[in-house]
């Protein structure tokens, strides 16, 4: 496959080189979390052995040390996804708690009865439920964007939908089912046109296409670090500096607070506003050693690497005849939901399982998608730049296996 250094690459990931089952691990379950190179890892020991303190509240050295590579890694972060200044770059658990941040604090502020948020059918929970529990609070309404059958989204709808009552778009780059790369770009563009903002779901674009907060003129963005080979447990909201300011805070405490008298307190500036209390840094440490790490592989070469996988893959299937693949978008990112016949998910994935081949079944945490398509739940393989077209040889051989056994 090309020149890409699959194998040498493999070497930066201890976890892959073991057998399970007796048979050699294939791990494509990476749209769920991704694997951790000895970089990401050495990162975090190396924390713990020479720098492990509370930051940003001592004068001493370890204290200084880490506070400065906490705020260093804020920059690292803010040059990897072109943003305009670091304090747009707040430091949160992941996607989850950076969209239930936007949700809660975005709500307070600018949302009042019988307003919409515009959402996709397609979203991940994560990008729902809070919409739908800050709309219940706020007398507001969550609207779904539908899509075609290939699964790509349907921009004419989406565009008869906006109106005066639309107060937000919150919509993922990439569906974590479908794979599909939708054009956030334009819809960002459409909805600016008649003054509303737009967050993007980047947990599972991030990994694939990196991100350009100037390119895409989002006004919120999200991502998940274990997604993109970092830790878990950190992760991170970008927002635009005029609205952050404006936004009241989400969680209150130690660190968020300027002072504190026993009848008033005054709030923290940007960044700090937003992060209350001691924060994750040893996630901080991986983070920014896999930022580095992505960085030195390139993700042009990342993407055209796992292109090739894609491309793969998906011939190899569809070769296979009686299997169907959910989400045939054009632009894609290198994952594959589908079916075998009518054979029930959760049955072929304990088979595949039992091959070494870490899939997953489900609903993928997007039942809504999964209910549009009028299906149980799909198998879905999702590929890493260190996957290898052996591995999915070997997937080949599993889904005949599952044929054999209940076909
Ligand atoms: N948004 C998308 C598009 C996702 O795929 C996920 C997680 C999240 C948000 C939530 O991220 P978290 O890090 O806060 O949990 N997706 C998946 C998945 O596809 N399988 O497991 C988790």
Redo the contacts with the bound molecule.
Sequence with gaps: MGTFPVNKIREDFPILHQKVYNRPLVYF?N???TQKPVQVIRAISGYYETDNCNIHRGVHFLSQRATEAYEETRKVVQRFINAASSSEIIFT?????S?NLVASSFGKQYISPGDEVLISIM??H??IVPWQQMCLDRGAKVKFIPIHENGELDMEAFRKMVNEKTKLVAI?H????LGTINPVKEIIAYAHTYGIPVLV?G??SIPHLGADMHDLDCDFY?F?G??MYAPMGI?VLYGKEKFLETLPPYQSGGEMIKEVHTDRTTFNELPFKFEAGTPNVEGVYGLHAAILYLQNLGLDNIRNYENEILKYATDKLTAMGDIRIIGTAKEKTSLISFLIGTIHPYDAGVIIDKMGIAV?TGH??AMPLIEWYKIPATV?A?FAFYNTVEEIDSLVEAIIRVKQMFG
């Design positions: 379950d749209a769920a979390s658990k992941g996607t989850t708690e969209i979203e991940h994560s990008n993922t990439v569906s974590n089912v779901d947990a599972q999200c998940s274990h997604k992760g997953r993928h945490c879905r999702s």
